[in-house]
């Protein structure tokens, strides 16, 4: 599954972010977007893109391609 798959309300943890490019990886990684990290979809902007997400105790709007690359697993 994919971060861009989730639904509002929906937590998750980071699996991998390997298909993505190293200067984007790099930048999450700053931002906390680390492997096992807990993160949660807040919501969806009207037409679809982007979307905000929770992570590190910090909200950040990705977009939905971006998203898409970040492979996780839901929360139980």
């Known amino acids: 599954m994919v971060l861009?798959?989730?639904?509002v309300g929906q937590s998750a943890s980071i699996i991998n972010m390997h298909?993505?490019?190293p200067v984007m990886r790099k930048k999450?990684?700053?931002?906390?977007?680390?492997p096992k990290a807990n993160v949660e979809l807040l919501r969806i902007?009207?037409?679809?893109?982007?979307i905000a997400v929770r992570c590190a105790n910090s909200s950040i709007a990705l977009r939905k391609t971006l998203a898409s690359q970040?492979?996780?697993e839901l929360s139980a």
Do not use: C, Q, T
Request: net charge negative; aromatic share 4%.
């Open 4 to 7: 861009s798959d989730l639904k």
């Open 19 to 21: 298909e993505m490019e």
């Open 28 to 34: 999450l990684l700053n931002m906390g977007f680390l």
């Open 45 to 50: 902007a009207p037409m679809g893109d982007p």
């Open 70 to 72: 970040i492979k996780v």
